[in-house]
């Protein structure tokens, strides 16, 4: 099956810095990526929906200027955590999909903001 | 709002058992539905997909259903193994391209 990567995998930072987090697809073009994120006991919750060469589709209460997302090739989108706070610190996971209607989910990201 | 149920949150089973967990749609007009595995901290393992014209997907131990009418899928795990112990997530999409919604999941203990 098609291989989605994540990275990093886990990373722990300061209030207040922004973090990056990218997602790839390794063997097949990606039109659309969908970002979600997961707190601890809940399920994944889609934050917004990235279709390459145009501007994100962000779910309802979720801050575009605080989680950019870029989507300016078909094999990577990268999400930005703006001035990480504490409540952020979630697993946040990416999916992809190609020309079929499959979603290939990459591993997660666990964001700790400290 | 579109959202996806799921019964039990957690379950405790003896090895060898066969077991059901289910899944419900508020909206019955779901087009994919996929069952994932998520082990803790880890990401999701996709388990079977049923696509808009299929009611049933088998891979090994596993039997997936869904019954759009009633806004219900089933996944059914025969001769129950320590190695399922996991969380499960039903998810579906109402069209076609669109982003998964996701129960909350149902947490599953084999014990040996």
């Known amino acids: 099956g098609a291989v989605v990567s994540q990275h990093p995998s886990r990373v722990i930072c300061k209030s207040g810095t922004s973090v990056k987090i990218e997602c790839r697809s390794l063997?097949?073009?990606?039109?659309?990526m969908f970002w979600y994120r997961q707190f601890p006991k809940q399920s994944l919750m889609l934050m917004a929906t990235?279709?390459?060469?145009?501007?994100?589709?962000?779910e309802q209460g979720v801050e575009k200027d605080k989680f950019l997302i870029n989507h300016a090739s078909l094999t990577l989108s990268t999400l930005t955590v703006t001035s990480a706070h504490p409540e952020d610190s979630s697993f946040y996971i990416c999916s992809a999909k190609g020309g079929q209607e499959t979603q290939y989910f990459g591993p997660g990201t666990r964001l700790l903001v400290l | 709002k579109q959202e996806v149920t799921q019964i039990p949150a957690a379950l405790s089973v003896p090895e060898g058992e066969n077991l059901v967990l289910n899944c419900s749609f508020t909206d019955s007009a779901i087009y994919n539905l996929q069952w994932f595995r998520q082990d803790p901290g880890k990401g999701l393992t996709s388990l079977l997909l049923?696509?808009?014209?299929?009611r049933e997907q088998t891979s090994g131990r596993l039997n997936a259903s869904l019954d759009k009418s009633s806004g219900r899928s089933t996944l059914y795990i025969a001769a129950s193994q320590p190695g399922d112990s996991a969380t499960y997530l039903c998810?579906?999409?109402?069209?076609?391209?669109?982003?998964?919604?996701f129960g909350k999941g149902t947490t599953l203990s084999v014990s040996s």
């Open positions: 063997d097949f073009q990606a039109t659309t």
């Open positions: 990235s279709n390459e060469g145009s501007k994100a589709t962000y």
């Open positions: 049923i696509q808009s014209s299929q």
């Open positions: 998810a579906g999409t109402y069209q076609a391209g669109t982003a998964l919604i």
